[in-house]
């Protein structure tokens, strides 16, 4: 069974851009989760999508959006891009049997956002 | 406000030797305790996961315990090897909310 897959792998923009990164889950896990991991802040959790609709956030500025299609693959946008958003951004998917907090999740290689 | 802290932050030990990885949290109340293991450049994997009615997990050269009372976890790896150098993760879920804390993880390098 293929496992998470993200796109781009790296990106780089300038301040004020906007970047869209994409994710893929696992065949059949119908929850994705957002996280954006830096080496201060470790990783923390942006958003989870299940069936196309938003059910858990994190506590990131609105600048940071997401969504989720029929066929369960999602997109994380983040507008207005700053210095600060330079990370690591991983996308977990999860067949969400139970709950975000009992299921297992599966990681994606994620994609690296530098900010210039 | 929960939060999850690990110790220490960074480690070097010899290969075959074991050792130990610290996690505190103050998540209330809980639902389940997770150990990830994050080899540079890619996304985390999880090891074990124990829930309130569980004290040890093992999967296998790695062991963690689990104390719900004074809210302490322990991740031990036995007879390490090179390719247990990564960075460790705790997470944990509170019950009834679905979201996850996470700590800002332990460094291990192992030498030869």
């Known amino acids: 069974k293929a496992g998470v897959t993200q796109t781009p792998r790296y990106l780089i923009k300038t301040r004020g851009q906007q970047v869209t990164l994409s994710c893929s889950p696992i065949?059949?896990?119908?929850?994705v989760s957002w996280y954006q991991q830096t080496p201060g802040q470790g990783l923390q959790f942006l958003f989870e999508?299940?069936?196309?609709?938003?059910?858990n956030k994190g506590n990131f500025p609105g600048r940071f959006s997401g969504r989720q299609f029929s066929n369960s693959r999602s997109e994380m946008n983040v507008s207005t891009l700053e210095l600060g958003d330079s990370a690591l951004y991983l996308c977990?998917?999860?067949?969400?049997?139970?709950?975000?907090?009992?299921?297992?999740?599966?990681f994606g290689p994620g994609t690296r956002l530098t900010v210039l | 406000k929960n939060q999850v802290e690990q110790s220490p932050q960074s480690l070097i030990i010899l290969e075959g030797k074991n050792c130990t990885l610290q996690?505190?949290?103050?998540?209330?109340?809980?639902?389940?305790l997770r150990w990830y293991k994050q080899d540079t450049g890619r996304g985390p994997v999880s090891l074990t996961i124990?829930?309130?009615?569980?004290n040890t997990k093992s999967n296998g050269r790695y062991t963690a315990t689990l104390d719900a009372d004074t809210k302490q976890s322990s991740l031990h790896i036995t007879a390490s090897q090179l390719s247990d150098s990564a960075s460790y993760i705790c997470?944990?879920?509170?019950?009834?909310?679905?979201?996850?804390?996470f700590g800002t993880g332990t460094r291990l390098t192992i030498i030869p």
């Open positions: 124990m829930t309130f009615s569980e």
């Open positions: 977990a998917s999860s067949p969400r049997t139970e709950g975000l907090g009992t299921d297992t999740q599966y």
């Open positions: 065949s059949g896990h119908r929850s």
């Open positions: 997470v944990v879920s509170g019950f009834g909310n679905e979201k996850l804390t």
């Open positions: 999508y299940f069936s196309e609709t938003q059910r």
């Open positions: 996690c505190n949290y103050t998540v209330s109340p809980f639902s389940n």
